[in-house]
């Protein structure tokens, strides 16, 4: 049974900065690609990062470009997104998602497995 399993949101002031941890067992996964996705109340659930199993330049959406980064660590089988210099406008649940796709995809539909997700607020 493949399990993702985030941590590490909480409430933060603008200009903060939090690491999210996303966990994954149960599938094989340094041939998945991981990403990001979060959901703020009553929006679509949106890209935020992605990054491939085999590794090369993440993608990320303009919103978070030069502020958040993604890395993973295939040997704890553990995907990361640190955000920095947080503003009130990604707040939003965090949710981690596995890609089988031999190409690295920004679309939610793409991804197979997803996370419960994380709370993340930011504070003006």
């Known amino acids: 049974q493949v399990q993702l399993v985030e941590s590490g949101g909480g409430l933060v002031q603008a200009g903060g900065s939090l690491r999210l941890t996303c966990l994954a067992s149960?599938?094989?996964?340094?041939?998945?690609?991981m990403g990001w996705f979060r959901q703020a109340p009553g929006k679509e659930r949106e890209f935020v990062a992605a990054?491939?199993?085999?590794?090369?330049?993440?993608y990320y959406a303009d919103s978070v470009k030069g502020r958040f980064a993604i890395s993973r660590d295939n040997a704890k089988n553990t995907v990361y997104l640190q955000m920095n210099s947080l503003k009130p406008e990604d707040t939003a649940v965090y949710y981690c998602?596995?890609?089988?796709?031999?190409?690295?995809?920004?679309?939610?539909?793409?991804?197979?497995?997803w996370g419960q997700g994380t709370q993340v607020t930011v504070s003006s």
């Open positions: 998602a596995a890609s089988p796709e031999v190409r690295l995809t920004t679309l939610k539909y793409d991804y197979a497995y």
């Open positions: 149960g599938l094989s996964f340094s041939t998945y690609n």
């Open positions: 990054i491939s199993w085999v590794g090369g330049t993440p």
